[in-house]
């Protein structure tokens, strides 16, 4: 497996753990005291305020990625371009991920859409090589 796949991996995972971040802080509280419920999981993640809905919404956000970076990645092989260039790539994807996250939770909007748009920019340039062999 190439760390490219691997960061595919990570990529997968960060969503979770970033909701696992306002679930684990409501760790001991009741259901009935705004705690954690298994049974209702979309409504206690509707239910949050503050940093806990920036986590929900950050969540989202990745698995709004997620597809398109999985592309990128998936084709730069299958294109057979450079797997140094690509592992380079994917690794400052989650790089920026996470300080997009922290960014996100953190409530620092403005710099938080300049470094989404930086992840933006790196999933494009992992697969863009590839648009040139179409044509």
Known sequence: MTIANTTVLIAALMPV???GLAKASMAGKKRSEGGYDN???RGFAASQEGW???AV???NNSFEALPLFVFAVLAAQMAGLDQVRTDQLAMAFIGVRIV???LYLA???ALRTV???LGLGLTVAIFAPTLSLLF
């Open 17 to 19: 753990l970033t909701m």
């Open 39 to 41: 049974s209702n999981p």
């Open 52 to 54: 806990r809905a920036r």
């Open 57 to 59: 919404a950050a969540q």
């Open 100 to 102: 997009y996250t922290g």
């Open 107 to 109: 409530n620092i909007a």
């Open 115 to 117: 470094v989404w748009s």
